[in-house]
């Protein structure tokens, strides 16, 4: 295999990263080879021998996730190549990485044989090869142990992580910094405490290399040199932190082209996403600890609702060879996450997260402020002031976001003040979808809810809606808060808001649809929760069931699933002081011929279908003929059209319309039409 390195040396680290600076001069020579691909080897030992066409070459490799120099260890012989899990825990002995520094595991965990290796060629300038790197678990059976998890190998050197100074991993100088600055700090909230892991930016990017695994093959999906970061909001804060994963040209490619999350499709539904410059290995949040998979269930089923979610996928982590445990790969959000969704220049976006410029200038903040502050401040009731917002602002996916936090009682969003963003295009590109400047809003980081760090009975304190609607409350001040008090003035958003809260309900969350994804997911992550609780919970004398922590879990997001289902639409009715929810039954005159859709939505039912609605409230039904069908009229009972002029009578043709608006009964039922 032939690649290109550099003539003048400048450092082992920078080759590693494939750093070349176009005044210098490449030549072509040949990489290490190694004997064995990266993988699982259930054998108890196995042999690796690492090559190279040049019989002159010296050739150099580490075991330790480092880049490999001319001090690390000269391979002369093959390395026999054992079950390194039964060796002594070295990276995860470290106890330096979260504020009360009191937990190791007491137990040898999984690990994997890393490893690096570079060729020196004396012959030719004393000129060095790139480093080639493999991850390989031997003695070890994937299947049994992860399941249908895709596994993801990150290797670094140790000190990138782990240095007093520089490592971007642990407490480090910038705590002690900080501690010495005020001793009051040391009374501050974990999650508070300023640490190396603070850290943000790419200037606390460090260089490392990743080897994917996908769940259905046991050899390598793909590898790169990337940059990695410490993301996130509080959870830097825990033992398990999260992974930022960048490509960079610096690095050796600007982008991953690779298919990592499955189905994937654009966000103005023009195809597959076919490149991903960065995205994030998560510890769950809020949700660490609990099920793990809060944020991807949750996403999940909101994912066709009129904002961006973050595609995600359940994995299994090992750091520099040691099991570092189950993750969710996620999207992230950037510039370039729009340019590769919407075929929008990513010089040409804008990207507000809580206040701050995440993409864009300094000025694209003033231009949100301004619309945001005139929605706060004038009269939405008056509909010359709603046209206005509606043309600048994406009121809908507002409202259908507004609603998805009620329900699952999201603590921790914009209704707190908290993980919220927007993006729009600075200059408007005409005939582009979504390139007409309104801002738009992005969906993330949803698991502090549906009873996270309370008990399952939790489902029935409802003070997300309550207090949002409450511009006196506590929760009153915040942009979420403020922005729904004054919307919900005028009419047209009102019936929105509400028809958007019963279809999160009836629809996003009709209980076999949820309880089928968590079945899902419990089923892809249990085989790995041993092994998680082992790393980072199990302490010594503790006897519980290693898996209780998370079964319990489970059994409490199930239970507060369940149970907030039940009585959400009588807390519905009890805020907004309507009548009882009644049922409206929707069908076809056969569905072979066509279907419908409820209230903008863009799933298209093709059965019966049943859900709660207000008396008070218009109901939207839209006919969806099938191909070379035609749409005839509606027919109802119990219930009658918003539109008064509207009557069943087929000779008037403005019953061709097919969407309707309704009033429902009790007993409502309608019927589409089609030929």
């Known amino acids: 295999m032939i690649t290109k390195v550099l003539i003048n040396l400048l450092s082992l680290v920078l080759v590693s990263a494939k750093v070349v600076e176009n005044t210098e001069k490449t030549v072509e020579y040949d990489l290490p080879v190694f004997n064995l691909e990266s993988g699982f080897y259930e054998e108890s030992s ?59 595991p007491t137990e040898k965990i ?33 299947k049994k142990l992860y399941g249908d998890l895709p596994l993801i190998s990150l290797m670094t050197d140790s000190d990138n992580l782990f240095d007093y100074e520089k490592g971007i991993y642990i407490l480090g100088k910038d705590y002690d910094d900080w501690l010495n600055e005020n001793p009051e700090n040391i009374n501050v909230s974990d999650y508070l405490r300023k640490a190396n892991y603070s850290r943000k930016g790419k200037t606390s990017e460090v260089p490392a290399f990743i080897e994917y695994f996908p769940a259905e093959k046991n050899r390598q999906g793909f590898s790169d040199n990337v940059g990695i970061r410490i993301m996130g909001g509080a959870s830097r804060s825990f033992i398990q932190k999260s992974f930022r994963v960048t490509y960079r040209e610096e690095y050796g490619k600007k982008n991953l082209k690779y298919d990592l999350f499955k189905r994937n ?38 994912r066709d609702r009129d904002f961006d979610t973050q595609s995600q996928d359940l994995a299994v982590l090992y750091l520099d060879g040691e099991f ?42 003033a231009i949100f402020n301004k619309i945001i502050n005139f929605i706060e401040s004038e009269n939405m009731a008056d509909p010359k002031n709603y046209a206005k917002v509606a043309k600048q602002f994406d009121i809908n996916a507002f409202a259908w976001y507004g609603a998805f936090i009620s329900y699952i009682e999201n603590r921790d969003s914009m209704f707190n003040d908290n993980n919220w963003a927007f993006w729009h295009v600075r ?46 409350s506590t929760l009153g001040n915040n942009i979420g808060s403020k922005l729904l008090v004054s919307l919900i003035k005028n009419r047209d958003f009102k019936n929105l808001f509400i028809n958007a809260l019963c279809d999160v309900r009836n629809i996003n969350f009709a209980l076999d649809r949820v309880n089928s994804l968590i079945d899902e997911l419990d089923e892809r992550i249990r085989i790995v929760m041993e092994e998680q609780f082992v ?76 859900g709660l609605y207000f008396k008070e409230n218009v109901l939207y039904l839209t006919a969806t003929p099938s191909r070379g069908r035609t749409f005839k009229y509606w027919k109802i009972k119990n219930c009658k059209f918003a539109n008064p002029n509207y009557s069943v009578n087929t000779k008037q043709s403005k019953l061709k319309k097919a969407t309707v608006g309704i009033y429902p009964s009790k007993g409502c039922k309608v019927v589409a039409y089609f030929k």
């Open 46 to 104: 196995v042999n690796l021998k690492i090559e190279t066409s040049d019989p002159d070459a010296i050739i150099y490799y580490t075991i330790d996730g480092s880049i490999p120099n001319e001090n690390s260890t000269i391979y002369e012989n093959p390395i026999t190549l054992k079950n390194k899990s039964l060796e002594e825990n070295i990276l995860s002995a470290y106890k330096q990485v979260e504020p009360s520094q009191s937990f190791a």
């Open 110 to 142: 999984n690990k994997a044989n890393v490893i690096r290796a570079i060729a020196k060629y004396p012959n030719k300038n004393n000129t060095f090869s790139e480093v080639v790197s493999k991850t390989y678990w031997v003695g070890m059976n994937r």
């Open 265 to 302: 499709s654009r966000s103005d539904g023009k195809g597959p996403i076919t490149k991903y410059k960065s995205f994030n290995i998560r510890n769950g949040g809020n949700d660490n600890g609990y099920t793990y998979f809060r944020d991807t269930l949750f996403q999940t089923l909101i």
């Open 324 to 365: 570092w445990g189950v993750y969710q790969l996620t999207e992230n959000y950037s510039e370039h996450y729009i340019e590769n969704n919407y075929d929008i220049d990513k010089d040409n976006v804008a990207i507000i997260k809580k206040y701050n410029v995440e993409a864009g200038v300094d000025s694209d903040l």
């Open 427 to 472: 200059e408007p590109v005409p005939g582009v979808s979504y390139g007409d400047g309104m801002w738009r809003f992005m969906l993330f980081d949803t698991e502090f809810g549906a009873g996270t760090y309370r008990d399952a009975s939790d489902y029935v304190n409802s003070v997300i809606l309550r207090n949002a609607l409450n511009s006196t």
């Open 535 to 610: 790393r980072y919970f199990k302490k010594e004398g503790n006897k519980d069931e290693p898996i209780k922590r998370y079964t319990d879990s489970l059994e409490n997001l199930k239970t507060w699933i369940n149970g907030r289902h039940s009585i959400y639409m009588d807390y519905l009715s009890d805020v907004f002081n309507y009548t009882p929810a009644v049922e409206v039954t929707v069908t076809s005159n056969k569905f072979k011929k066509g279907g419908f859709t409820i209230n903008g939505g863009s799933t298209v039912f093709n059965k019966e279908y049943k």
